[in-house]
């Protein structure tokens, strides 16, 4: 039987998991393709360290990139970061060799450049691992949706983030502490900025663009917010008026251009979204032929991310017999792919949630819907609590859909009143 050799960059906590797959569904994996896969090499920095997972005396362990490449069908890239990761991948290109990366960094940052070295070497770059863990998203882009018109995208990308918005909404904790426990259940790591401050779900995003709309949205103009701002007053305000707090990344056509951002959004809690909880994932599509669809389940962990990268392999084994057709990659064929038009951040609409935190005193509520109104923002629902005379009373409104810059210059403007004690804070509703 034929034998795909795998060259394994890093073996951490998917590569472990994607051993343990290759070895627990061996039968069936031979069942489909015809073939064995066989991890036959690993980079590591350490090659006397102990692993999670014996891969055996016959697989040689190297710290040499150069030698990963050589011998080996696939290269599968699973180290992370930047330099290092993106020059063994053009190594291996340069070499003809196919390649599977879970790096959603490294595929933000510089993309457009490993899909052009990949089609001028007639090899496959494959990345389902990189987005969402074992959500199957981007074959469902590029394939299973191909003909569709992706309307809009959002969607939960961070398992970390989840799982501390869901223990706050659920336990009542405060951030610091949601944060604590996922860090000690390992959902978070000892330094969680690019997960708590959105730049995780933003990686994902910028990729998941281009496979829906075939398309560059750099990753720089993409307007990030993360969650260290949410408050547990935000949260129980939040349910008071029908909706969850989640991080979202969102895209959406507006008049030719496309609209997206990460943010900490308001979802009514009817949407299948606002009950997705703890640390796992869950992206919505909405095309112009199949309407609707949500894709639920893992972002992360060894099993999960290693079943995606396994599908990944499976793919190309397919391909490497008698020389190899040019794989579908990107799932458009313009090449070099275009940039996207931007809609400026400033210009997108939508409803916003609006705590105020003022002085109690008589004239506050008319001031504040008077900026409102000379503005342009329009008030759905207010509701005020706090005892008289209390210092900082929270003053929430719910507005209906209203243009970025018109809110923000409503809040420069309130804020700047000396009435105000903290500034605003403002979330988007879905």
């Given at each position: 039987?034929?034998?795909?050799?795998?060259?394994?960059?890093?073996?951490?906590?998917?590569?472990?998991?994607?051993?343990?797959?290759?070895?627990?569904?061996?039968?069936?994996i031979?069942?489909?393709?015809?073939?064995?896969?066989?991890?036959?090499?690993?980079?590591?920095?350490?090659?006397?360290?102990?692993?999670?997972?014996?891969l055996?005396?016959?697989?040689?362990?190297?710290?040499?990139?150069?030698?990963?490449?050589e011998?080996v069908?696939?290269?599968?890239?699973?180290?992370?970061?930047l330099?290092?990761?993106?020059?063994?991948?053009?190594?291996?290109?340069?070499?003809?060799?196919?390649?599977?990366?879970?790096?959603?960094?490294?595929?933000?940052?510089?993309?457009?450049?490993l899909?052009?070295?990949?089609?001028?070497?007639n090899?496959?770059?494959?990345?389902?691992?990189?987005?969402?863990?074992?959500?199957p998203?981007?074959q469902?882009?590029?394939?299973?949706?191909?003909?569709?018109?992706?309307?809009?995208?959002?969607?939960?990308?961070?398992?970390t983030?989840?799982?501390?918005?869901?223990?706050?909404?659920?336990?009542?904790?405060?951030?610091?502490?949601?944060?604590?426990?996922?860090?000690?259940?390992?959902?978070?790591?000892?330094?969680?900025?690019?997960?708590i401050?959105?730049?995780?779900?933003?990686?994902?995003?910028?990729?998941?663009?281009?496979?829906a709309?075939?398309?560059?949205?750099?990753?720089?103009?993409?307007?990030?917010?993360?969650?260290t701002?949410?408050?547990?007053?935000?949260?129980?305000y939040?349910?008071?008026?029908?909706?969850?707090?989640?991080?979202?990344?969102?895209?959406?056509?507006?008049?030719?251009a496309?609209?997206?951002?990460?943010?900490?959004?308001?979802?009514?809690?009817?949407?299948?979204?606002?009950?997705?909880?703890?640390?796992?994932n869950?992206?919505?599509?909405?095309g112009?032929?199949?309407?609707?669809?949500m894709?639920?389940?893992?972002?992360?962990?060894?099993?999960?991310?290693?079943?995606?990268?396994?599908?990944?392999?499976?793919?190309?084994?397919?391909?490497?017999?008698?020389?190899?057709?040019?794989p579908?990659?990107?799932?458009?064929?313009?090449?070099p792919?275009?940039?996207?038009?931007?809609?400026?951040?400033?210009?997108?609409?939508?409803?916003?949630?609006?705590?105020?935190?003022?002085?109690?005193?008589?004239?506050?509520?008319?001031?504040?819907?008077?900026?409102?109104?000379?503005?342009?923002?329009?008030?759905?629902?207010?509701?005020?609590?706090?005892?008289?005379?209390?210092?900082?009373?929270?003053?929430?409104?719910?507005?209906?859909?209203?243009p970025?810059?018109?809110?923000?210059?409503m809040?420069?403007?309130v804020?700047?009143?000396?009435?105000?004690?903290?500034?605003?804070?403002?979330?988007?509703?879905?």
């Amino acid at each position: 039987m034929d034998v795909i050799k795998l060259g394994l960059g890093g073996f951490g906590t998917v590569g472990s998991g994607l051993a343990k797959i290759l070895d627990a569904n061996a039968g069936r994996i031979e069942k489909r393709l015809g073939k064995r896969i066989k991890i036959t090499k690993v980079l590591v920095r350490d090659p006397s360290k102990k692993r999670a997972f014996d891969l055996g005396p016959d697989v040689a362990f190297t710290t040499d990139p150069k030698e990963l490449i050589e011998g080996v069908d696939i290269v599968v890239e699973l180290m992370g970061g930047l330099d290092t990761a993106r020059q063994l991948i053009l190594d291996a290109f340069a070499h003809g060799k196919h390649v599977v990366t879970a790096n959603k960094h490294l595929l933000a940052e510089h993309g457009l450049e490993l899909f052009e070295a990949a089609a001028e070497n007639n090899v496959g770059l494959m990345f389902e691992a990189s987005c969402a863990g074992g959500i199957p998203i981007v074959q469902t882009l590029k394939e299973s949706l191909a003909g569709d018109e992706i309307v809009k995208m959002l969607g939960i990308m961070n398992g970390t983030a989840n799982y501390i918005l869901s223990e706050m909404t659920t336990k009542g904790m405060d951030f610091a502490s949601a944060l604590a426990d996922a860090q000690d259940l390992g959902y978070a790591e000892a330094d969680p900025t690019f997960d708590i401050e959105g730049l995780d779900t933003a990686h994902k995003l910028c990729v998941l663009i281009r496979m829906a709309y075939g398309m560059d949205y750099p990753l720089a103009d993409i307007p990030i917010q993360g969650i260290t701002g949410v408050t547990p007053m935000d949260i129980e305000y939040a349910r008071e008026f029908g909706y969850r707090v989640k991080l979202l990344a969102h895209v959406q056509e507006v008049d030719g251009a496309l609209e997206a951002g990460v943010h900490p959004a308001l979802v009514p809690y009817t949407y299948l979204l606002a009950r997705v909880g703890g640390n796992y994932n869950a992206v919505r599509l909405e095309g112009n032929a199949v309407g609707s669809i949500m894709l639920h389940g893992q972002g992360a962990g060894d099993l999960p991310t290693g079943s995606a990268v396994l599908a990944d392999i499976m793919n190309l084994a397919r391909k490497v017999e008698d020389g190899c057709v040019r794989p579908d990659n990107t799932g458009f064929g313009n090449r070099p792919m275009a940039k996207a038009r931007v809609l400026p951040p400033e210009e997108a609409e939508s409803k916003y949630y609006f705590r105020f935190t003022v002085s109690d005193r008589t004239g506050v509520m008319a001031t504040i819907t008077k900026s409102m109104a000379d503005h342009g923002v329009s008030i759905a629902q207010a509701v005020q609590k706090g005892e008289a005379g209390a210092e900082g009373v929270p003053l929430v409104i719910i507005s209906h859909e209203t243009p970025a810059k018109a809110a923000e210059a409503m809040i420069a403007e309130v804020d700047a009143m000396d009435f105000s004690v903290e500034p605003c804070v403002k979330f988007r509703i879905l």
